[in-house]
């Protein structure tokens, strides 16, 4: 654990207080919008059939693996708390809000409003109890493997956490929507295929931005493989 002081202690708190806002914010969109559902059928040999809420959720496990490698387990395990605590905070206020009677001149009335928000309450609550389990695995795992090999071989426990917690994230998603008659069974098998294959795919793609974060961050604050900042 490196101590840090001066500048470049209020650096690295202000990096990580970003990283924190863009974590709670993806995690928080993606509970709001994903009852929309597109095809997405990159190299022609699948469709994937998935919700937009997918699309800003993977990078939630890249910044808690980022931070995870930076700023250690604690820091990382902070973020997951926080952004349980958003979570929670925006379906108070989405509830008010559903509560409050629309006037007539609303261009949103109060029926198109409660069911573009309606089912939130259930879906962020299904979202926020398998994210909380998935998140901890991830870390977990994350941090097992970098005990395991000395802090080297960044690329294993980026995409084995990563994978992993991705579809325990999926499969407890999709079971608790079922559930809740919020998404129909039928549908469980495809959704949970295409979900943790994109998410899969996501989890390829995001290693070489963990990298370059990680080389940014090393050469920034002078660490060597494995060590970690100690900020407030």
Excluded at 88 to 102: E, H, T
Excluded at 156 to 180: A, E, H, K, W
Excluded at 215 to 224: G, Q, S
Aim: charged share 15%; aromatic share 16%.
């Amino acid at each position: 654990m490196k101590t840090l002081t001066g500048s470049k202690l209020r650096l690295a708190n202000r990096i990580y207080l970003v990283l924190a806002a863009l974590f709670i914010c993806s995690l928080v969109v993606s509970n709001l919008i994903f009852q929309k559902f597109f095809y997405w059928n990159p190299f022609g040999w699948f469709k994937f059939e998935i919700s937009v809420g997918l699309l800003p959720y993977p990078i939630t496990f890249l910044v808690t693996d980022l931070v995870s490698e930076i700023y250690g387990r604690r820091k990382a395990n902070d973020l997951v708390l926080a952004g349980i605590f958003a979570s929670v905070f925006s379906l108070g206020i989405i509830a008010v809000a559903d509560v409050a009677p629309a006037i007539e001149a609303s261009p949103i009335q109060d029926a198109l409003f409660t069911k573009v928000f309606g089912a939130t309450t259930i879906a962020v609550i299904a979202s926020m109890s398998a994210y909380l389990f998935a998140q901890f695995i991830d870390i977990q795992i994350y941090h097992f493997w970098k005990r395991l090999t000395n802090g080297k071989m960044l690329w294993l426990r980026n995409n084995f956490s990563t994978i992993f917690s991705q579809f325990v994230d999926t499969l407890c998603v999709l079971l608790l929507l079922c559930f809740n008659n919020i998404i129909p069974w039928e549908n469980f098998k495809s959704l949970l295929i295409a979900g943790f294959l994109f998410k899969m795919l996501v989890a390829l793609i995001d290693t070489p931005l963990l990298y370059g974060g990680v080389y940014l961050f090393r050469r920034l604050f002078r660490l060597e493989v494995g060590e970690e900042i100690e900020i407030d």
